[in-house]
């Protein structure tokens, strides 16, 4: 049930935003629904086209795909697909999101926003995004039209910044982008993500990035759940639990901690065992954990988003 | 002569991993604890190899999933120690299990009388090790610089001793075993070890073998182990129902390399004659003792030259054998005359001198599986589950469902009936019932060709030659590898391929029937169409020409070899 405070702020944004948007803008007004002690997650309006449309001056770019791949193997009940888009004159930073424009139908019926998973100082001149199923139907050598979303609320913290990233199935997109942008300008913060998937076989995406990564030191610890490989299953909860003293420490210590995740549910299953663990490893009270929570929040450290069903939102 | 060959800043870089690897332990359980790789650590690949695994992965893979950004997909290949081949039905049962949830599925009979499976994830790999410890079975030291599975005379029908020659077997494996606790640690939690001098390895101290280490047990007059490719290899002698004694044969070894004369198969040499008749300790003790020659000596600086037959050919059997009798302290006799006149499996329905029952399954490339067309697998496990049979491997790939009471035999072959293994033995053709081949792609790291998924095709061809000829019935034996390191012993077959690359082989030709002569380099990378006007060739020559009784190997030989 939706409380008055949520009414209102959904109704304030409603006026400029479709419902892809809002399913975005969760994580843009978490911080002020959260301090209402209320989950954002449940927040989001029911079926409802809403009107207006984006902004459209100066943002509008044309590219072409130089590669679609699905990352799944063979043997997957999953698709992901990672496409590459050739379009040198776009502008964008780690964090932003790109919708296409749907005049050539390949956009499919719901046009939806991605977060962006390339760097543009690790792939420059292109633009890649991670995107789940079959909905967007793009192959190699197809021109497409695109906007660029800012998302200011989104963007990597300071160079000496540690990081954790909890970026389950396609949620993994935005992490690949804010990796490869350490990378490249050789940040010196620490890296840490967790990922989880059904498969380790098969659906272990951009598993040799990661790898190389890992190996040249860029990613810190890279922590993995695939439900498969273990007779009673193995969750991303589980491995967090596994991880807790040191994800504990890392928190104390000042990382910053951001979430990707393309179910509300699962997102909100991750911030409760983030509770659990604050009260086991800190000592704490539900109440202190979920308050210490939602002041990372209000500092900026602690965001939660989405890889994709993502809305429009603010417009360069 | 002193330990002169290997100077310590020569030795391998697998050398080294071995003397640094605690016992064998390494980093292995490091290893297997790494989430984000199927792989395991570069230093743990030769030493998970004495664990009884290879880490492998799918080469028909690579590509597709590179373009993915997925790594390679690995996997192990696991092998079990079953000396002499045998298993029980209840091992059976709980193989066949295992092989279902943890593997591909086959259960591969290997050219060395055991069992390996393919495809086993790293997350995999110590639940089934458990499991088969469970089930009484272990894969230590399978793989690896140490001595392997030993293999003996498969069939008990071969004489009324064969179990007293299997026992013989089972305490030289015993014996011979490494004696790290590394592997309970790692594969079975087993507690660590509290005093390390618990583990001390009088035999492989810290290095190991220079290289693996097969030994054979041959019961004439059926060669059917090929007891002249193996490193040692032992002869039974019986005279009047009796043990005598054992013929040592040594330095036989498949393995070489394309154009490379320094790295070449051999046959085993004779040494001398050892007598058990007053107890199997000399035996036993000169067995020991030409290991701790070949760990003193053998080459550790080049691996390609590390095998017992290289310390052979360098220090000449004269000198082995004044070693081994100072070493073990009694002297050799001479040689006592011995004849092999076969080298196959005995299929179908066989009786030994105790009126068991024996059925042996032909099983093409060693391959249980289950299939549209055959249901082996689920045959061999419906006559495990009758508790009235054992098994016993061959090393020609097959299967013997073995030690069935009389009045079982009815039971037994009603389950062959129904899943049609009669017929499917029976018609085996009489090459194809001979033929071996490797495991090669898409699992194995050496293979430069394809082997046992394209044999069973060239085969199909081969057979309508041979019946052009009238030759259908001819036995010989056909072998095909992969590469030449020669798991499926081409080079002592009477005719051999050996892949040299993607289609391409080298044909070998002029082995004898029964495994004592090599057989030579007769063309190079031949193509199937190739092949094919060869055999016609040859085949069409000796249908006119060959001698009575003059089998195919013989007859290339001397048409061709000399």
Redesign the interface.
């Known amino acids: 049930m939706l409380s008055a405070a949520k009414h209102k702020i959904l109704e304030e944004i409603s006026a400029s935003f479709t419902r892809q948007e809002l399913i975005w803008a969760h994580g843009f007004i978490s911080g002020a629904l959260a301090r209402q002690g209320e989950s954002v997650l449940q927040a989001l309006p029911a079926e409802k086209k809403l009107s207006a449309t984006p902004d459209e001056r100066n943002n509008t770019y044309s590219g072409q795909v130089i590669s679609a791949i699905n990352l799944n193997d063979i043997g997957s009940a999953k698709e992901t697909h990672h496409i590459e888009i050739l379009a040198e004159d776009a502008l964008y930073e780690p964090g932003d999101a790109i919708s296409f424009i749907e005049e050539n139908g390949y956009a499919g019926d719901t046009p939806q926003c991605y977060l962006i998973a390339s760097s543009p100082e690790a792939h420059s001149g292109e633009l890649h995004i991670t995107v789940p199923g079959h909905g967007l139907a793009l192959q190699e050598g197809a021109s497409v039209k695109f906007r660029i979303h800012k998302n200011e609320q989104f963007r990597l913290p300071d160079d000496e910044k540690d990081l954790i990233m909890i970026g389950p199935g396609a949620g993994i997109a935005p992490f690949r982008s804010f990796l490869a942008q350490r990378d490249a300008v050789g940040a010196s913060g620490r890296n840490w993500l967790f990922f989880s998937e059904q498969n380790f076989v098969s659906d272990f995406l951009y598993q040799t990035e990661l790898q190389n990564w890992v190996e040249t030191g860029s990613l810190t610890k890279l922590n993995v759940a695939f439900a498969d490989d273990h007779e009673e299953g193995f969750s991303l909860s589980d491995a967090l639990f596994r991880q807790g003293p040191s994800l504990v420490e890392w928190l104390k210590n000042g990382a910053f901690l951001y979430i990707c995740a393309g179910e509300a549910a699962l997102a909100e299953e991750i911030n409760n065992t983030l509770a659990t663990l604050l009260t086991i490893h800190l000592r704490q009270s539900e109440t202190e954990a979920l308050a210490y929570l939602e002041e990372l929040k209000s500092d900026g450290r602690y965001r939660i988003e989405s890889p994709a069903s993502a809305p429009l939102m603010l417009v360069a | 002569m002193s330990d002169n060959t290997n100077n310590p800043q020569d030795l391998s870089s697998n050398e080294k991993i071995k003397m640094s690897s605690n016992a064998l332990r390494g980093t292995i359980a490091e290893s297997l604890t790494d989430?984000?790789?199927?792989n395991i650590r570069p230093d743990d690949q030769p030493l998970v190899r004495f664990h009884g695994m290879y880490l492998q992965d799918d080469r028909d893979?690579r590509e597709?999933?590179?373009?993915?950004?997925?790594?390679r997909?690995y996997s192990f290949m696991i092998r079990l120690r079953l000396t002499g081949g045998f298993l029980s039905g209840d091992q059976w049962i709980a193989l066949h299990h295992i092989a279902g949830e943890n593997s591909t599925g086959t259960l591969k009979i290997t050219t060395r009388q055991t069992i390996q499976l393919h495809g086993v994830?790293k997350?995999k790999a110590k639940p089934t090790v458990k499991a088969f410890n469970k089930a009484g079975l272990t894969t230590l030291a399978t793989c690896g610089d140490i001595n392997r599975n030993v293999i003996c005379t498969a069939h008990p029908k071969q004489s009324p001793l064969h179990e007293q020659i299997f026992e013989l077997a089972k305490e030289i494996t015993a014996m011979l075993l490494p004696k790290t606790h590394g592997y309970y640690e790692i594969w079975l939690d087993s507690e660590k070890i509290a005093d390390t001098k618990l583990e001390e390895d009088l035999l492989y101290q810290d290095r190991y073998m220079p290289r693996k280490f097969k030994i054979a047990l041959a019961i004439p007059p059926n060669n059917d182990i090929d007891v002249f490719g193996n490193d040692l290899g032992l002869i039974a002698v019986i005279e009047k129902d009796k043990l005598k004694g054992f013929n040592i044969v040594i330095g036989g070894g498949m393995s070489s390399t394309h154009g490379n004369p320094e790295h070449y198969p051999r046959l085993a040499s004779e040494l001398g004659y050892v007598d058990v008749t007053k107890g199997k300790e000399n035996l036993l003790k000169a067995v020991y003792e030409m290991l701790t020659i070949q760990r003193d000596y053998g080459n550790r600086a080049d691996r390609k030259k590390a095998r017992l037959k290289y310390t052979v050919d360098k220090y000449g059997i004269p000198w082995w054998k004044a070693e081994l009798e100072k070493r073990a302290g009694f002297a050799l006799e001479d040689i006592k005359p011995y004849t092999f006149n076969r080298r196959k499996d005995y299929y179908g329905w066989e009786q030994n001198h105790e009126g068991l029952w024996y059925y042996t399954v032909f099983v093409e490339n060693g391959r249980v599986l289950d299939t549209d067309s055959l249901k082996l697998k689920q045959a061999l496990l419906e006559a495990a589950e009758t508790g009235k049979v054992n098994f016993r491997f061959t090393c020609n790939q097959n299967v013997i469902i073995s030690d069935i009471k009389p009045e079982d035999k009815a039971q037994i072959q009603e389950i062959l009936e129904k899943y049609k293994i009669i017929e499917h033995t029976n018609k085996a053709s009489t090459i194809r019932a001979n033929a071996m081949a490797c495991v090669a792609l898409n699992t194995c790291a050496l293979a430069l060709a394809e082997s046992q998924r394209y044999l069973p095709s060239l085969l199909d061809k081969v057979e309508g030659l041979l019946e052009k000829h009238g030759l259908s019935d001819e036995e010989m034996i056909v072998r095909m590898t992969g590469c030449p390191n020669g798991c499926a012993r081409p080079f002592i077959a009477e005719i051999g391929f050996v892949g040299t690359a993607l289609g391409k082989y080298n044909m070998y030709i002029g082995g004898d029937r029964v495994g004592t002569r090599l057989n030579k380099l007769y063309k190079e990378s031949l193509e199937e169409p190739q092949i094919l006007g060869e055999l016609d060739g040859f085949f069409a020559a000796f249908a006119k020409k060959r001698k009575k009784g003059q089998g195919i190997g013989d007859f290339l030989h001397q048409e061709y070899c000399q």
């Open positions: 989430e984000i790789t199927g893979r597709e999933r590179a373009a993915k950004k997925l790594e997909l994830l997350t």
